[in-house]
């Protein structure tokens, strides 16, 4: 680790300000630290972001604001988030360690970086998103927890997020503020796809940051989950997971919102498996056929190929649970 100066920022302007000259937000810790002792990132400048908005509260329309700096603990546990947005407490409650969510805050969490082996691996692995141009040893190496969708020949590594999964379902609007002003960003629309530059993680531009996120209203009649499925039961990233929110109609899906985790460079939102179902049928049959349709264009490498089918049963199963009639 290299030698570096810390700086505590009381308000957004003086984050801001630190951001711009180059300094990395400090949140949690629970990634940046890690990716520091692991030489991955080394920062010259670090700002303590802990002290910006930790607010959890109701918007004017019916909607949920959450400040930046909001642990996921504070989150899951919040009375509102739990009776209205469910499935995203419990997509916090699958994710890491009590111990770790009780540090992890709202941004930090959307701006993780990969768990990719190969990634942290700077000594003996080429990496792409490390080092533009280098190479990416995951695609010929083992390869069983990478990307089946949007991946490229330059990178394969997937998003480690279950909260953002869930904020992708959720239709979450992402507030931004820097040297330009403030801007609003859907979070489907925050991270890239790998492409050729890997190493370009989000559309946040220099010296931008996140200030918080913005949850438009879930009305009440819809049913909404969250299920991670995994090597083992706790502290293990995603194999598959999916997000759902569903509102059903005399047995026929009148509105439905899909994403999918582990299977990506980003949070998935599954507009094809949307698209597939919208008026039609609540039937098992109904489900498996849109989830053939997001995963068609699936590429599986030569370890995850089972990440096809298991994303479609995934898919079959929470949406049969969720619209299940209760007597």
Known sequence: MIPFTYTRASDAAGAIHAVSAGAK????????????????????????????????DETRNGGLIIGSAATN????????????YPLLSRAIVAGASSQIRNMATMA???MQRT?????YDDEG???????????CDAIEGFNRNHAILGASSA??????SDMCVALAALDAMVHLQGGSGARILALTELHRLPRERPDLETMLEPGELITAVELPPLPRDFRSTYRKVRDRASYAFALVSVAAAVRTEAGRVKEVRLALGGVAHKPWRARKAEQALQDGPATEAAFRAAAEVELADARPLKDNAFKIELAKRTMVAVLSELTRVVP
């Open 25 to 56: 937000c400090l949140g949690g810790g629970t990634n940046l630290v890690d990716l520091m002792r692991e030489n991955i990132e080394q920062p010259t400048m670090l700002v303590d972001v802990t002290g910006l908005s930790r607010v959890i």
């Open 155 to 160: 990178c394969i590594a997937t998003h480690p």
């Open 115 to 119: 768990r990719c082996t190969y990634f």
């Open 125 to 135: 692995s080429r990496c792409n998103k490390r080092q533009p141009g280098q190479g």
């Open 108 to 110: 930090g969490n959307i």
């Open 73 to 84: 603990t504070a989150i899951a546990e919040n009375r509102l988030v739990r009776t209205r």
